[in-house]
């Protein structure tokens, strides 16, 4: 079974900073995603990828296949960034696997 | 296009009442799964459906839990007898007919059922 692990747990972040935050995980994987989860609860994937990079405005996802690890950047930081960001992975045909989440502030 | 749908949002229930949970899909998808989120845990898939068929049920505890897709209707998700450790929030997605799991899922707003 795959072991994902985000890191950190809680981050926060002035306005305006760039974020990273990362993702290992233990058995190669297809395909891995990243999450976005706002305080009320909801739940929007932010980007789905197998290799390379990915880029969506100020979010950009990195993912290396080799070392098993991802990062998610956040440039330019806004309060309206403030959630919990979540990788979940898969491997073969098994569903997702997830990480615990980072919990992200940006403070004005 | 709706997005995902789930019924209800909240949901409060006493012990050894049943509890059902109700997901709409995204148009024109087929596949669902269901995830549960225990308080300060993290998202654990539950199963996974598609029209009328159970395609993966591994996340599911042996016991009081049941899951369908009918051919009509939404999914339901069932759990009987509740117990106080049944209170999360438990989520549905849905991807296109073409789909699985590589492809992008749609997260309905879950329904977060609080067993007193």
């Known amino acids: 079974k795959n072991e994902v692990e985000q890191s950190p747990q809680n981050l926060t972040a002035q306005e305006g900073e760039f974020i990273t935050i990362n993702c290992s995980y233990s058995?190669?994987?297809?395909?891995l995603h990243w999450l976005q989860q706002h305080p009320g609860g909801g739940i929007v994937s932010l980007f789905m990828?197998?290799?390379g990079k990915k880029k969506h405005g100020r979010l950009i996802a990195t993912i290396n296949i080799q070392e098993k690890h991802s990062s998610l950047h956040i440039t330019a930081s806004h309060p309206r960034d403030s959630a919990v960001y979540i990788c979940?992975?898969?491997?073969?045909?098994?569903?997702?696997?997830f990480g615990k989440g980072t919990r992200l502030s940006v403070i004005a | 296009n709706a997005g995902v749908m789930q019924n209800p949002r909240h949901l409060v229930r006493r012990r050894g009442q049943e509890a059902r949970l109700r997901c709409s899909p995204m148009?024109?998808?087929?596949?669902v799964y269901w995830y549960r989120q225990l308080p300060e845990e993290g998202l654990k898939f539950m199963v996974y459906?598609?029209?009328?068929?159970?395609?993966?049920e591994s996340g599911m505890p042996k016991e009081r839990f049941s899951a369908e897709f009918p051919k009509e209707g939404p999914s339901i998700l069932r759990i009987q007898q509740v117990v106080r450790g049944d209170s999360a929030a438990y989520f549905c997605?849905?991807?296109?007919?073409?789909?699985?799991?590589?492809?992008?899922?749609?997260f309905g707003p879950g329904t977060r059922l609080l067993v007193l």
């Open positions: 997605a849905s991807s296109p007919l073409a789909g699985g799991n590589q492809e992008t899922q749609y």
């Open positions: 058995v190669g994987i297809s395909a």
């Open positions: 990828l197998s290799s």
């Open positions: 979940a992975v898969y491997s073969g045909n098994t569903p997702l696997v």
């Open positions: 148009k024109g998808h087929s596949h």
């Open positions: 459906l598609q029209k009328e068929n159970i395609i993966d």
